[in-house]
T-cell receptor, first 113, second 112 residues
Framework: NAGVTQTPKFRVLKTGQSMTLLCAQD?????MYWYRQDPGMGLRLIHY???????AKGEVPDGYNVSRLKKQNFLLGLESAAPSQTSVYFC????????????FGPGTRLLVL | SQKIEQNSEALNIQEGKTATLTCNYT??????LQWYRQDPGRGPVFLLL?????KEKRKERLKVTFDTTLKQSLFHITASQPADSATYLC???????????FGAGTRLFVKA
């Protein structure tokens, strides 16, 4: 099993550009999450999903949108990137039962100029 | 809202000694508390989970304690090795377990 994979690994955007980050998991997990990690601030939840076709806002959802059209994929979109969105983005997944343990992807490093 | 406090200063210890990391939370007592390890440039990896009705949990050289009165968890690594050098994150459940809140982590350096 590949576990949780993220695409791309690194990206540079100009202010105002858009992009989509892709997260895929092959563990048949129901729950999926998108976090951003900034120095000294820990992981902050952007959006999450408790099943295919469902999404919900986390702690810092502004400027991001998500979609969960397939159970194994969770997409994070930035419609108009801003320098404040420069961060490392992590995707995670968890079983519906025992959702307390999350499995993380390797991260996507995003730089917005 | 719930806040997690972990020592932002790095912890430096000598190989073979026991490393002790602290996690304090400020609000309601969580149903469970977790510890994750994160290496530079990688995603966090789950290590241990302890529930509110458990005082202590062990896994190999790792030990976690949970004191709901003090609102604190201690994470111990015994017989530490240079390979244990990493950032350790504390995490608590939120909203019935659908979501998890993470601390900023404590960096551990183990010197040979």
């Amino acid at each position: 099993n590949a576990g949780v994979t993220q695409t791309p690994k690194f990206r540079v955007l100009k202010t105002g550009q858009s992009m989509t980050l892709l997260c895929a998991q092959d563990m048949n997990h129901e729950y999926m999450y998108w976090y951003r990690q900034d120095p000294g601030m820990g992981l902050r939840l952007i959006h999450y999903s408790v099943g295919e076709g469902t999404t919900a806002k986390g702690e810092v959802p502004d400027g991001y949108n998500v979609s969960r059209l397939k159970k194994q994929n969770f997409l994070l979109g930035l419609e108009s990137a801003a320098p404040s969105q420069t961060s490392v983005y992590f995707c995670a997944s968890a079983l519906a039962e025992g959702a307390e343990t999350q499995y993380f992807g390797p991260g996507t490093r995003l730089l917005v100029l | 809202s719930q806040k997690i406090e972990q020592n932002s200063e790095a912890l430096n210890i000598q190989e073979g000694k026991t490393a002790t990391l602290t996690c304090n939370y400020t609000n309601y007592s969580p149903a469970y508390l977790q510890w994750y390890r994160q290496d530079p440039g990688r995603g966090p990896v789950f290590l241990l989970l302890i529930r509110e009705n458990e005082k202590e949990k062990r896994k190999e050289r790792l030990k976690v304690t949970f004191d709901t009165t003090l609102k604190q968890s201690l994470f111990h690594i015994t017989a530490s090795q240079p390979a244990d050098s990493a950032t350790y994150l504390c995490a608590l459940d939120q909203d019935g377990g659908f979501k998890t809140i993470f601390g900023a982590g404590t960096r551990l350096f183990v010197k040979a």
